[in-house]
C-alpha cells in the first residue's frame, strides 16, 4: 500500500469519530498521512466505486447493493439493541402511520424502515424523502426517519419514538450493521484493513478521550456522548454482527430494495 496521502471518506457523525480519529489524533496515525473527508452516506456511497477514495465508512447497504465492492473485516458501526440515534418519530400510533418523511442523508437506515414497518407492523405507507429537519418533516407527514447526531437529540416527549436497533434486536435476536469500511478490493486492501483495525482497536480503548474531545462539535454533552459510544454503538464486526449483516442482505433483497 502507498502509505502516504490516501484519503478516506466517512459520514459526517459523532458515532464515526472512534474509528477514524486514530488518523488525526495519534503519532502512529499521522504517520499514514491519510485525510478523513466528512460526508453524508447518500453522497459518499456513490464515491467509492470510481475510487475517489481508498475506503468509505458508509452504510452497509451499499455494500448490498453493489457486491463488486469489499468490506474491512472486523469493524462496523453497529449495535446490538437499541442504537438511540436511528428513530423514527412518529406523531400518531405505530399503526396508524400512513406518510413517512426519510432522512436524504441516509441509505441503510431508510431501507431498514421499509423492512420493519412491513414486516414488522404490517403496514405500506407512502414515503417521502427529504432533508433531516424534524419539524418541516413532520409538518405535512405522520412520521420522519433520522439518523446520526439529529437521531440522537431529544425531541418533544409526546411523540412515539422507534429505535430501529432495538426492534430489530426484538425482532431477531441479532445485533444490526449501520455501517462498513467499503470500497473496491484492488484499493481496500489487507494493508489498509490492518490500519482500520488499529484505528478502531485505539478508538474503543479511548472512547471516553474522543467523547471529551467530539462531543461539543456534534452538539452533545460529554455525558451523552460517552453513553452513546459506550451503551449503543458497538464497533466489532465478528460473527452474530456478520449474521446480522447477511440477514439484513437477505430481507433487502426479498423487500426489492436493491
Ligand atoms: C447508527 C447510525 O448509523 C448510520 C446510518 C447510516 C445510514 O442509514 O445509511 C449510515 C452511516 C451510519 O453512521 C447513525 O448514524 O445513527
Known amino acids: 500500500m502507498n502509505t502516504f496521502n490516501f484519503k478516506l471518506g466517512s459520514v459526517p457523525y459523532l458515532n464515526a469519530r472512534p474509528l477514524t480519529d486514530w488518523f488525526s489524533e495519534t503519532d502512529e496515525g499521522r504517520a499514514l ?3 478523513v473527508e466528512f460526508i453524508l452516506p447518500s453522497l459518499l456511497a456513490p464515491r ?26 472486523g469493524v462496523s458501526v453497529a449495535c446490538d439493541g437499541p442504537v438511540r440515534s436511528v428513530r423514527v418519530f412518529s406523531q400518531v400510533p405505530v399503526e396508524k402511520i400512513k406518510r413517512v418523511a426519510l432522512d436524504t442523508s441516509s441509505l441503510t437506515s431508510v431501507t431498514l424502515t421499509k423492512i420493519l414497518l412491513e414486516e414488522r407492523f404490517g403496514l405500506t405507507p407512502e414515503y417521502t424523502p427529504m432533508a433531516p429537519e424534524l419539524a418541516t418533516m413532520l ?7 433520522l439518523i446520526g447526531d439529529k437521531g440522537y437529540r431529544d425531541y418533544d416527549p409526546g411523540l412515539v419514538a ?21 470500497g473496491r478490493p484492488d484499493l481496500l486492501t489487507p494493508e489498509l484493513c490492518a490500519q482500520l483495525l488499529k484505528a478502531k482497536e485505539w478508538g ?11 462531543a461539543s462539535e456534534h452538539g452533545e454533552s460529554l455525558e451523552r456522548a460517552s453513553a452513546y459510544f459506550s451503551h449503543a454503538i458497538v464497533y466489532d464486526l465478528g460473527e452474530r454482527e456478520e449474521a446480522g449483516l447477511r440477514l439484513f442482505a437477505e430481507k433487502v433483497r ?4 436493491i
Not at 409538518?139 to 426517519?145: E, K, S, T
Not at 426479498?254 to 430494495?257: C, I, N, P, Q
Open 139 to 145: 409538518a405535512d407527514h405522520d412520521a420522519a426517519l
Open 48 to 73: 467509492l466505486e470510481p475510487g475517489d477514495f481508498a475506503a468509505g465508512l458508509v452504510s452497509a447497504v451499499a455494500w448490498v447493493r453493489r457486491p463488486q465492492l469489499t468490506y474491512a473485516p
Open 162 to 182: 422507534l429505535d430501529l436497533g432495538e426492534i430489530w434486536k426484538d425482532w431477531t435476536q441479532l445485533p444490526f450493521v449501520f455501517a462498513l469500511w467499503i
Open 254 to 257: 426479498a423487500h426489492g430494495l
Open 33 to 35: 498521512g491519510a485525510s
Open 204 to 214: 474503543v480503548s479511548h472512547l471516553e478521550l474522543v467523547a471529551a474531545r467530539r
